[in-house]
């Protein structure tokens, strides 16, 4: 079976290198260099990756066929496809599908919505909207992100404590009030770390002065 891995987007620099879309939750293996990728339509390649790079979270591509912007301007939509085993595509997923799916913990906790993938030059993140709408990235590798279900509408997450907004809400601080018994007892800690200034400016600096007339 095909697996669409990206559309070839917009031309970028003069040398033939490619913007693409990507469609893939894994482009480091699919456009690893000497990857040979066909091509829909049929005509337009195979194509062989020479070399790949992220720049402002895009990943631009150059192919050992296209070569000048011309040609590069000239190979725009055409996508770029693997194939892949059956029992491969029955868990695969395209970025788009991420997009509404609900975001939870190991516990099953309802921790927010996602609503996107960004791709970053260190690796992608998952953008999730919080339950209080908050706007948060998880580090979208599986020990964070164990579980992508699409059919189920749900994506489970294990992040680290304090990545997520609701971890810092659910701190209890103590504080203590104004006016209150705990805040009687800090000022008075407070009062006895002072330093003592009796014997340099007050009655005893009088004394010592007296005794010296």
Do not use: C, K
């Not at 402002?56 to 591509?61: A, D, E, I, L, S």
């Not at 997009?99 to 690796?123: I, K, M, Q, S």
Request: hydrophobic content about 40%; overall charge negative; aromatic content about 2%.
């Amino acid at each position: 079976m095909e697996l669409t891995v990206a559309t070839i987007g917009r031309a970028h620099g003069l040398r033939g290198e490619v913007a693409l879309d990507l469609r893939t939750d894994d482009p480091e293996l699919r456009l690893a260099d000497g990857q040979v990728l066909r091509t829909i339509p049929a005509s337009a390649g195979p194509l062989t990756v020479v070399s790949s790079r992220v720049q402002n979270g895009r990943w631009h591509v150059a192919f050992a066929e296209i070569s000048g912007r011309t040609a590069a301007e000239q190979a725009r939509g055409i996508e770029l496809v693997v194939d892949v085993d059956s029992s491969d595509e029955e868990d695969a997923w395209y970025p788009h599908e991420l997009a509404g799916l609900r975001a939870e913990l190991l516990d099953g906790t309802v921790v927010g919505e996602v609503v996107g993938l960004d791709h970053l030059p260190a690796h992608d993140m998952l953008v999730l909207r919080e339950t209080d709408g908050t706007r948060t990235l998880v580090p979208f590798v599986r020990v964070m992100v164990p579980v992508v279900d699409v059919a189920g509408g749900r994506v489970v997450l294990d992040p680290p404590g304090g990545l997520l907004a609701r971890d810092a809400a659910n701190l209890e601080v103590a504080i203590p009030e104004e006016g209150s018994a705990a805040a009687a007892d800090a000022a008075e800690a407070e009062d006895a770390q002072e330093p003592s200034t009796e014997g340099t400016d007050g009655a005893d600096s009088t004394d010592a002065s007296e005794g010296g007339r």
